[in-house]
């Protein structure tokens, strides 16, 4: 049967452009296309097995981690990170009108933050207003003179859409890093590996002795970010990304075995390979 793969929608995200080329990655020919609306909706699609698979973003270059994304991977430990793929992101405004008549501009939260800098030096009495997603802000903004949004420039080629200004992101360098997610035995083959804890008490030197796991075990960490759990103020969810040398398939597993004893709570969401996306 063909592939179902989740992904925020509407068509003409970059996390469409994301799971169309980390489905031909995976292998996945013909894969069936689910767009969702919001990221919740997306995690709760492969929770459900709505679903075979869900691509969703974990990290920004310039705004950092997604943190619907991480509490949604705590939530849900079961799930594991089959791939990571790396995409350039170029925004774009675009509208039906000029940019001298643009009073509202719409994208999503992080397209807005990503673009600050330009929107304050060009469009700076400009109301800013956040959608679900780019390509959501521009199926607002059709056929509207006024209004503009922020989005790639495959999604304005499929609404109709001129662009007024390309690229508009403050940063030239700006990536995110989308994960593909099934459910399924956890891998101990790739380049890196991610785990998440949480830890048994907040008291001095209880994240110290956590990470020094890590350095025993000869790991290079390459990412480390915290999040609420929720619970209480001050007690934290740590999530953490360490690369993986070759011929260290077991590495994840002996990791996870050493940080048990420290952590309330562990999830291990196994090793995968990691690629970078070249975008137009």
Known sequence: M?????????????????????????????????????????FEHLANELCDAAVVPVENSVEGGVTTTLDALWIHKQLCIRR??????????????????????????QALAQCGGWLAKNLPNALQLPTSSTAEAVRLVANSRFRAAIASRSAGHINGLKELAYPVNDVPGNRTRFLWLEHGEKSKQGDLASLAFSLHSNVPGALLKALSCVAQQGLNMSR??????????????FFVDVELP???????????????????????????PSSEMILE
Do not use: D, M, W
């Not at 480390?224 to 969810?237: N, T």
């Not at 260290?248 to 709570?265: D, T, V, Y």
């Open 2 to 42: 063909p592939t179902r793969v989740a992904f925020l929608g509407p068509k003409g995200t970059y996390a469409e452009k994301a799971a169309i080329a980390l489905a031909g990655l995976e292998g996945v020919t013909n894969p069936i296309l689910i767009p969702c609306t919001g990221l919740r909706s997306v």
């Open 84 to 109: 990571a793929l790396v995409l350039p992101i170029r925004h774009c405004l675009l509208s039906s009108g000029e940019l001298s008549q643009i009073s509202e501009v719409l994208s999503h939260p």
């Open 224 to 237: 480390i970010e915290s999040r609420p759990s929720k619970r209480e103020l001050g007690e934290y969810v």
């Open 246 to 272: 070759i011929g260290a398939q077991n590495a994840p597993h002996l990791l996870s075995q050493a940080l048990e004893p420290l952590c309330e709570h562990l999830a291990n969401f196994g090793a995968y």
